[in-house]
């Protein structure tokens, strides 16, 4: 299994972070080699370091030069290809499935972007703030 996500998991600071590390416990306990790249191709010497105690196998520059020519090389040994975050696997979704053509992409959403933008127009009272192709409808009766 391949992980793409934004940056090195930094489970102490932020929820995304957290919930990721989580998931990577859960497939490491069930038996799965799991291999995490961060989009940054940054090493912290903390935090990759917990990843790859967890047994976790880590990829960080300057050991891949970067993440295409990783999966032109390696694409073919994946399974499950898991993409972090709206931005990012919109980076990836397309090299995923051209160099990773007999895995199962998965798309891990962090957090549903449309229920923040929604609740956010809720709190602002703002009835023209765009949500899911077109206007919010809201009742503040």
Do not use: W
Not at 28 to 46: C, M, S
Not at 55 to 68: F, S
């Amino acid at each position: 299994m391949l992980v793409v996500d934004a940056r090195v998991l930094m489970p102490d600071r932020d929820s995304g972070s957290l919930r990721m590390f989580n998931l990577l416990k859960i497939f490491r306990k069930l038996g799965y080699k799991v291999t995490f790249i961060p989009d940054n191709l940054h090493y912290d010497e903390k935090y990759t370091a917990l990843l790859q105690g967890l047994g976790v196998e880590c990829y960080y520059a300057p050991y891949i030069a970067n993440i295409r020519r990783h999966l032109e090389f390696a694409g073919s040994q994946y399974q499950v290809v898991l993409l972090s975050r709206a931005d990012y696997a919109e980076k990836y979704i397309d090299m995923a499935l051209r160099y990773c053509p007999q895995a199962r992409i998965l798309f891990d959403t962090v957090d549903l972007h449309f229920l923040r933008e929604r609740r956010l127009a809720e709190l602002t009272r703002n009835e023209t703030m765009l949500v899911l192709k077109g206007k919010l409808t809201l009742d503040f009766g």
